[in-house]
């Protein structure tokens, strides 16, 4: 199956599901193997996301794969339909250990992803921003490949939940390991895993950012909510 991508400047890109089913189980297994190596002490590493330790991070990775609509639906009401409350209530009251959680992470698959709504890019772009979230706190930043780290961005800039003008206006991005960049303007370069955590409005992940407008976006980034 291909479909298209719209552009944030109304252009297509033709992706097909088995690209992005490729994509996915490269960086899945590539994200089991980083896991394989951790320690105990690692596994308790504050992760990007303020108040979740890695391993909280990795429970909520299999939330979308294990998480049936019916218990989704009122798991959400009894967080006041507060989702981010909901997915960190979800996340902390898992017991599994980081091996369980490493093995299960491993047999995850895009037809698994079971978020009503949700785009065929959802499974990548979930799992590279959040693998992130884990890697950079961990010394392993960096590691998502170009490839899905370019269509992850493209999803990032120009889909349903794309990134706003108040971090993008004015200023050109430009990724340093793969032929993606947005915008016009003072240019913020950057790896694309710095790139996808940055525009996620991870405060730390954006401080390695480089140009001329790297300094003005992450002044944005302290006038908005963030992580």
């Known amino acids: 199956m291909t479909f298209l991508m719209t552009t944030r400047f109304g252009g297509q890109l033709a992706v097909t599901t088995t690209g992005v089913e490729t994509l996915y189980a490269a960086e899945r297994d ?59 209530r979800w996340a902390r009251t898992d017991r599994r250990t980081g091996a369980e959680l490493t093995r299960l992470i ?24 959040h693998s992130g979230d884990v890697r950079r706190p961990l010394g392993l930043a960096g590691r998502i490949s170009p490839e899905a780290g370019w269509m992850v961005l493209n999803e990032l800039t120009s889909g ?26 003072p240019e913020v370069s950057g790896d694309v895993a710095t790139l996808l955590s940055a525009l996620n409005r991870r405060r730390t992940a954006a401080a390695d950012l480089a140009g001329a407008g790297a ?13």
């Open 160 to 185: 349903r939940h794309s990134v706003g003008d108040d971090l993008l206006r004015g200023l050109r991005f430009q990724a340093t390991d793969t032929d993606w960049s947005l915008g016009g303007g």
């Open 30 to 88: 590539r994200f089991a193997e980083d896991l394989a190596g951790l320690d105990d002490a690692s596994w308790q590493t504050p992760s990007l996301c303020h108040g979740w330790t890695v391993r909280d991070l990795c429970a909520h990775l299999l939330m979308p794969y294990e998480l049936g609509f019916g218990s989704f639906i009122v798991g959400l009401a009894q967080a006041r339909f507060n989702f981010d409350e909901f997915a960190y």
């Open 106 to 129: 491993a047999k995850t698959n895009v037809a698994g992803f079971a978020v009503p709504g949700a785009g065929e890019l959802a499974p990548l772009a979930h799992l590279a921003i």
């Open 215 to 227: 300094d003005e976006f992450r002044s944005r980034l302290g006038r908005v909510s963030g992580r």
